[in-house]
């Protein structure tokens, strides 16, 4: 078996980090969107505080 070379490894690392990046991205604007109510995606029930 050959051996991978340098700028081989290195593209396939690149884009292994870039699915990190943007599946943490996407999982922070989906966390933003529940917390202020703005989703459309998931349905959350809101708890109301007795004041």
């Not at 991978?4 to 943007?22: A, D, L, Q």
């Given at each position: 078996?050959?051996?991978?070379?340098?700028s081989?490894?290195?593209?396939?690392?690149?884009?292994?980090?870039?699915?990190?990046?943007?599946?943490?991205?996407?999982?922070?604007?989906?966390?933003?969107?529940?917390?202020?109510g703005?989703?459309?995606?998931?349905?959350?029930?809101?708890?109301?505080?007795?004041?």
């Amino acid at each position: 078996k050959k051996r991978t070379s340098i700028s081989k490894k290195r593209i396939r690392k690149t884009i292994w980090k870039e699915k990190g990046y943007w599946a943490a991205l996407k999982a922070f604007s989906l966390a933003k969107s529940l917390s202020t109510g703005n989703s459309k995606s998931f349905f959350v029930q809101q708890i109301q505080t007795l004041e």
